[in-house]
């Protein structure tokens, strides 16, 4: 018999340099062979940073990610564990990745609507 601890609803977990960087990639809808093309990063290194197989990339290619991605590139440092960066600390995952630089109004409008779509729909399994 397995016994699962549940997470809390409300704990966020800290984000890493892979998660960031794919929900930065989906956010503005690139697939890997796009960011290929741009950064000269093969898409197979982008897919192993992003599923967390290499922690600490070259700050050269850190730097070509957070110009695409429009991150600040402290921050990407910080996450690879290069630098400690005092100003992010405060700052969460969702912060972070939705921040008004990624998202149009449209697609902030979109997310608003999905996120209420959700909420009604669980208040209803209550």
Do not use: H, W
Not at 16 to 25: F, I, P, W, Y
């Amino acid at each position: 018999m397995y016994i699962y601890k549940q997470k809390n609803c409300m704990e966020e977990e800290k984000p890493t340099l892979g998660s960031v960087l794919r929900a930065k990639r989906e956010a503005v809808r690139f697939t890997l062979r796009t960011v290929e093309e741009v950064t000269g990063v093969s898409n197979a290194y982008l897919s192993q940073l992003e599923n967390g197989k290499v922690l600490k990339p070259s700050a050269n290619i850190l730097l070509k990610l957070s110009e695409l991605y429009k991150i600040d590139f402290r921050y990407l440092l910080s996450l690879a564990g290069i630098v400690e960066n005092e100003q992010e600390q405060g700052k969460s995952f969702n912060e972070l990745v939705f921040s008004k630089e990624v998202l149009t109004k449209e697609e902030a409008d979109e997310l608003s609507q999905y996120l209420k779509f959700i909420r009604l729909r669980d208040s209803k399994k209550l």
